[in-house]
């Protein structure tokens, strides 16, 4: 059962790693460039064993109550533990207690409570600002979220101004059903003009199994990837 599923992962990470090779020639670009993060999300921490032992070293997660035991179960793993999902504020303690990095800071409020909880825990949280990329109606549909575009730079300052937090960058998720690329395009805008306060925020966390090539080409330094390495997943556990 294990090996069966460990060559199933293995083949999931070739096939990815393949694509992101391609792309990064394409763009003119170092496979180097990009951090691989396996988005875990519905999948057992067996599983984050077996791809860690696959040689990645980043996952993601985008629920507290799911990511908290999985990253418990694996502290013996070295990895560098992503919360890619959308944040209560009344969560940001647990958070902070785990995750290495956080995607998905949208509001000052957020960042305030991360900010008090890392300081709490004695860690250092490094935090992307989430950017709604949908053309109308900003954090409206369920589950996206995001800062308005006008709103990034203070929430950026806000964030390298707070103890216990360091800015990294900006990430996006590409609105549903369109042509990816004209929000990556914007997303690379944004990031580069926020780098000009904050020369080392230099993440931009943008691509998925269904978009990554595209967010390559538009300058993405991190991927967050489930299905195209994991599989599909099951029904959410509650
Ligand atoms: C689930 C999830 C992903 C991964 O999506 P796939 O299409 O399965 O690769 C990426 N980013 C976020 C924020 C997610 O919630």
Redesign the pocket.
Known sequence: MTGERRAELAEGIAGVRARISAACAAAGRDDDEITLIA?T?TFPASDVRLLAGLGLTDV?E?RDQEARPKAAECADLLLTWHF??RLQTNKARAVAGYADVVHSVDRPRLASALSEAAVRAGRTLRCLVQVSLDEAAPSEGPGRGGASPADVPALADAIAEAGGLEFGGVMA?APLGADPVPAFTRLAGIAERVRRNHPGARIVSAG???DLEQAIACGATHL?????LLGGRRAIVR
Not at 224 to 228: I, L, P, Q
């Open positions: 988005v999300k993601g985008n890619v999902g998720v998925m199994s269904g967050r990837v489930g299905t195209a």
